[in-house]
């Protein structure tokens, strides 16, 4: 089974993209949805623990959180270093059934792939990019989403620029959604005939 990382900054696209190749019939793992689960799960009493008044009604409250850590890192360190173990257990459990269930081709979306060392455990990396402009419009759209927060966010991640130099393919998400599905299909058919030797 070919294990595809798919990462990308802030509002490159990741979401819509990975949805493409769910769309093609391929096993996706969200990072971040495995994020939201975990905070309104197991992840509850251990933010609450680390982060006290960032829960409520057992629940991690985000804007409360996201204020306890953005833009400052050590916190936010001290949060991955919670939530991060958690995320990966549930990505080799996803990994296993996909495995199992006989996925030729296995998703991963990760927002932090590159900045957490994941190339290790990707046999090939898709980077969706979009121009810087069309990304800022795009993620200050956003309700809650501010200059400040956006800038914060972003300085916390790989620059664009690095991303793309390290990926496999790249998925331009500027030029619309029928243009990014055909770059999807490509890749498919590029990773199946790679695997059909
Ligand atoms: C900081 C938090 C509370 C902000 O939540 P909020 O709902 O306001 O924003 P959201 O989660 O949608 O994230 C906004 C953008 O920041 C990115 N992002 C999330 N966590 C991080 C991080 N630790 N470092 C850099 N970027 C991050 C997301 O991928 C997204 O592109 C939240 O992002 C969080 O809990 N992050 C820590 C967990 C984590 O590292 N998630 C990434 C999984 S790879
Ligand atoms: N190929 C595309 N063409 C046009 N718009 C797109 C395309 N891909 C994504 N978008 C739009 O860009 C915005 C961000 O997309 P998406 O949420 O998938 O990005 P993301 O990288 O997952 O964001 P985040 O990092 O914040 O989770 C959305 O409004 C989405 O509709």
């Known amino acids: 089974m070919i294990i595809l990382g798919l990462t990308g900054s802030i509002g490159m696209g990741k979401t819509t993209t990975a ?12 990072a971040d949805e495995a994020v939201h689960r ?12 680390a982060f006290p ?3 409520r009604e057992h629940a991690v409250d985000r804007q409360k959180l996201s204020a306890a850590v953005l833009g400052q890192p050590d916190a936010m360190k001290k949060l991955e270093a919670i939530v991060h173990p958690l995320v990966r257990q549930e ?9 199992k269930a006989g996925a030729d081709i296995a998703v991963l979306d990760i927002p932090l792939l590159l900045e957490t060392g994941g190339e290790e455990r990707v046999d090939r990396i898709v980077v969706v990019s979009a121009p810087p402009e069309v990304q800022r419009q795009r993620v200050l759209a956003r309700e809650g989403m501010n200059s400040a927060k956006f800038d914060a966010i972003l300085a916390s991640q790989m620059a664009d620029a690095e991303k793309r130099m390290r990926a496999d393919f790249i998925v331009d998400t500027g030029s619309g959604l029928a243009a ?7 890749i498919i058919r590029q990773l199946r005939e790679e695997a059909a030797g």
């Open 53 to 55: 008044g960032t829960t």
């Open 91 to 99: 990505e080799q459990a996803f990994l296993e059934n996909a495995g």
């Open 38 to 49: 975990l905070y309104s799960g197991r992840a509850v009493p251990l933010i609450e623990a």
């Open 180 to 186: 990014a599905r055909h770059q999807v299909a490509a």
């Open 19 to 30: 949805q493409m190749f769910a769309d093609a019939g391929i096993p996706v793992y969200s």
